[in-house]
C-alpha cells in the first residue's frame, strides 16, 4: 500500500475546514496554540521566555500543520514509518531501503552505539557537542574518547587530532554539523577526508539536525550517494521544519548499516499519525525550510550587534543558537535570568561552563532577553 502526500495532503485539507480544528492561512500558528483548551505550558510558568531547546518559533508550514490535523483525526490508527522511505528518498533522491524513520534523529542515534559498539571498542568524537549518543555509549562500557575543539579558531573540530585517537578498537567516530553548541560546520572536503582515513569498519555518524539552516555545502548524504558503506546521516524534521514536538527524524546510509540498526529498535510503528502527517506536508512544502534559514540569519545579526554592543564575546553559526561567554558569572546570569522566567541553557552541559546558550525566538522574545540580560550585566 502507499499513500502519496498529495492524496494524504488532499484528504487533510478537507479535514482541516470540517470543523473547530480549522486553521487558516496567514494565522500565527504558534500563537494560535497559546489559545489551547489544554495546558501545553510543559511546566514552563506563565510569561515564560523559553530560549533553551533550539526550538523553531515560526512554527510549521501550513501544509504541515493541516497534514497533522487530518493525522490526528485517524490518530485510532497506526501509523506505518515504513510508508515514508520512499518519499524521504524522493526528496533526498536516494532510494527508499537507504532510509530509516526514527521517533526523532535521536532515536537511530541512541541506537547505534548498541548496533555497533555493544561489544566494546571505543567512540571518538568532540568534546564540546551533543552528547545524547555517547551516554549510551558509555552506559555500555564503550570508551568514549572527546577530543578538545579548537577555541583559538572559534570552537571548530580538531579534525586531525580526532583521526589521531583512532585505533583498532574504534567502532564509532561521530561529528555534529553544523555542531551544536558551537555552530561549527564541515565542508564537505573535511567529511570526505575523514571518511576516506577511517578504516572500513569505524562507522562515520554525521549528526545533521541542523543542515537545513546551512546552504554553505558540507552534507554528509554526499558520502552515502558517492557509495561510502561506513557512513551514517542523520537528520530531522525538528528544527528548520518546526516538528520538534512530534518527533519525526530519519538516517540514511547503506541498507547493511540501517539492518543492524533495525535489530535493536526503530519498529514498524516509530512515528504516530500525526507526525506522519505532518512530514508529508512538510515536503510539500520545501520553501519553509528557506523561510526558517531567512529568520535565523537575520535574528543572528541582532543578536551579534546586541551583544557587540554589550562588549561580550559570542560564538555562533548558521544554525538557530548562539553562545556568549560570561567567564566566572556564568551561574550567577544563569540563575537571574531564570528567576525573570527567561531559560537558557548553562554551557556546563558541553563542558563550557564559562558560556551560555541562547536559542533564537520570536522577535518579542529576542527583545525580553535582552533588555533582561543588560539589566543583569
Not at 510543559?42 to 518559533?57: K, S
Not at 524534521?237 to 548499516?257: E, I, Q, W
Not at 539492518?259 to 520545501?286: C, H, Q, R
Amino acid at each position: 500500500m502507499s499513500v502519496s502526500r498529495r492524496q494524504f495532503l488532499k484528504t487533510s485539507a478537507v479535514a482541516a475546514t470540517a470543523g473547530p480544528l480549522s486553521l487558516g492561512a496567514g494565522i500565527d500558528y504558534c500563537a494560535a496554540a497559546e489559545g489551547s483548551p489544554v495546558d501545553l505550558s510543559m511546566g514552563f510558568p506563565p510569561g515564560a521566555v523559553r530560549l533553551n531547546f533550539n526550538e523553531n518559533t515560526l512554527g510549521p508550514s501550513p501544509k504541515a500543520i493541516d497534514g497533522a490535523i487530518a493525522g490526528v483525526r485517524e490518530s485510532y490508527r497506526y501509523a506505518l514509518s515504513g510508508l515514508l522511505p520512499p518519499h524521504i528518498g524522493s526528496y533526498h533522491d536516494v532510494d527508499p531501503d537507504w532510509v530509516l524513520m526514527g521517533t526523532g534523529s535521536s532515536e537511530i542515534l541512541r541506537l547505534t552505539p548498541v548496533a555497533f559498539g555493544r561489544n566494546g571498542g571505543n567512540v571518538v568524537t568532540g568534546l564540546q557537542t551533543w552528547g545524547g549518543m555517547l551516554a549510551v555509549a558509555a552506559n555500555l562500557g564503550m570508551d568514549v574518547r572527546r577530543i578538545e575543539l579548537r577555541k583559538d579558531k572559534g570552537y571548530v573540530f580538531d579534525v586531525e587530532r580526532m583521526l589521531d585517537a583512532v585505533d583498532s578498537e574504534t567502532r564509532i567516530f561521530m561529528v555534529v554539523s553544523p555542531n551544536n553548541p558551537t555552530g561549527a560546520t564541515l565542508s564537505y572536503a573535511d567529511l570526505r577526508h575523514i571518511a576516506d582515513s577511517l578504516p572500513n569498519d569505524v562507522l562515520l555518524v554525521l549528526d545533521q539536525a541542523y543542515i537545513d539552516y546551512y546552504d554553505g555545502g558540507g552534507s554528509g548524504l554526499d558520502l552515502v550517494k558517492e557509495g561510502y558503506r561506513n557512513v551514517l546521516v542523520t537528520q530531522t524534521f525538528s528544527k528548520a521544519f518546526a516538528l520538534a514536538g512530534l518527533r519525526c527524524g530519519y538516517g540514511l546510509a547503506h541498507p547493511d548499516v540501517l539492518n543492524e540498526i533495525k535489530k535493536f529498535g526503530t519498529g514498524p510503528a516509530s512515528i504516530n499519525i500525526a507526525g506522519y502527517g505532518a512530514v508529508l506536508g512538510s515536503l510539500d512544502d520545501p520553501e519553509h525550510a528557506i523561510r526558517s534559514r531567512t529568520y535565523v540569519r537575520k535574528t543572528r545579526k541582532f543578536y551579534q550587534q546586541q551583544f557587540a554592543e554589550l562588549g561580550v564575546n559570542e560564538v555562533s553559526g548558521p544554525s538557530p543558537f548562539m553562545l556568549f561567554e560570561t567567564g566566572n558569572r556564568s551561574q550567577e546570569i544563569y540563575d537571574e535570568l531564570l528567576a525573570r522566567k527567561v531559560f537558557i541553557t548553562h554551557g556546563r552541559s558541553w563542558n563550557m561552563p564559562d558560556y551560555l546558550r541562547v536559542s533564537y525566538g520570536r522577535e518579542s522574545e529576542n527583545e525580553v532577553f535582552f533588555s533582561t540580560l543588560k539589566s543583569i550585566l
